[in-house]
């Protein structure tokens, strides 16, 4: 009898810690696991990661068909980016917006010079950038997305600080994305880029040049509109700037 409660005892007790063993396991998995949830949400893997949301992103890019004996990045030249944008409030009344390096705080309503640049510079003193962002200005848009319009992006050579000396051409590359990271309305508008012999070339300075227009209608990029690019010196005439649709006016349908 003493010998089947002792049995009884060890039974019990055996149960009591295989009870003990699961409930520290499943509280040592559950931990395991909110740990690796917790990393993913902080540093997410990279093909997982969602783009971040831009409405406009303008990236233009110089020298990119420079010799091979110097690095991406160091051109002196000072290319500027700028972007005019056209549009009409609901009583008829015309809006121009222009941004460009000169303008305060670098932004507008409408847009911002999210990254600006002067040239390659030598000197110890002046600020450095990583070579990715050298001789590269950026313009994004200063809203959550874009207004009915007419969109205008022109590249102005403020000064080759000697570049021409070595090369009668600078060359520009120009991307133009609207609604990047949106899967349904995101559009590579404009793409000139010196690998696929396409990108902008300045030849002198104070030169302007149009590189892109487009139109956005009812909160949507206008397919076709960049195809009939129209020379738009609104940088160097921007009182007088062409009013003028860079593809056939909307008609109401």
Not at 44 to 68: G, H
Not at 95 to 103: A, H, K, M, N, V
């Amino acid at each position: 009898m003493k010998r089947k409660s002792n049995r009884r005892l060890r039974e019990s007790s055996d149960q009591s810690n295989q009870i003990a063993s699961d409930l520290t396991s499943a509280i040592a998995f559950t931990f395991i696991a909110a740990c690796v949830i917790l990393l993913l949400i902080i540093n997410p893997d990279a093909e997982t990661r969602v783009p971040e949301y831009e409405a406009l992103q303008v990236t233009v890019t110089w020298d990119t068909c420079i010799d091979s004996d110097r690095s991406p990045g160091e051109s002196k030249a000072d290319v500027d980016a700028w972007i005019l944008g056209e549009f009409q409030t609901p009583n008829g009344n015309e809006i121009r917006d222009i941004l460009g390096y000169s303008t305060p705080d670098r932004k507008t309503p409408y847009f911002i010079l999210d990254q600006d640049d002067k040239g390659y510079s030598r000197n110890p003193n002046a600020p450095q950038k990583a070579e990715e962002l050298q001789n590269r200005e950026v313009i994004k848009s200063n809203k959550q997305t874009l207004t009915d319009g007419y969109y205008h992006i022109n590249l102005h050579m403020f000064a080759d600080k000697g570049e021409f000396s070595k090369k009668d051409e600078v060359c520009v590359d120009v991307q133009v994305v609207v609604f990047k990271g949106s899967a349904a309305n995101e559009r590579l508008v404009c793409d000139l880029k010196a690998s696929a012999n396409t990108a902008a070339k300045l030849t002198e300075n104070r030169q302007e040049l149009s590189v892109c227009q487009f139109e956005i209608r009812r909160g949507k990029f206008v397919e076709g509109s960049q195809l009939d690019l129209i020379q738009n010196p609104f940088i160097s005439s921007r009182k007088s700037a062409l009013r003028r649709p860079p593809y056939a006016p909307y008609n109401g349908n």
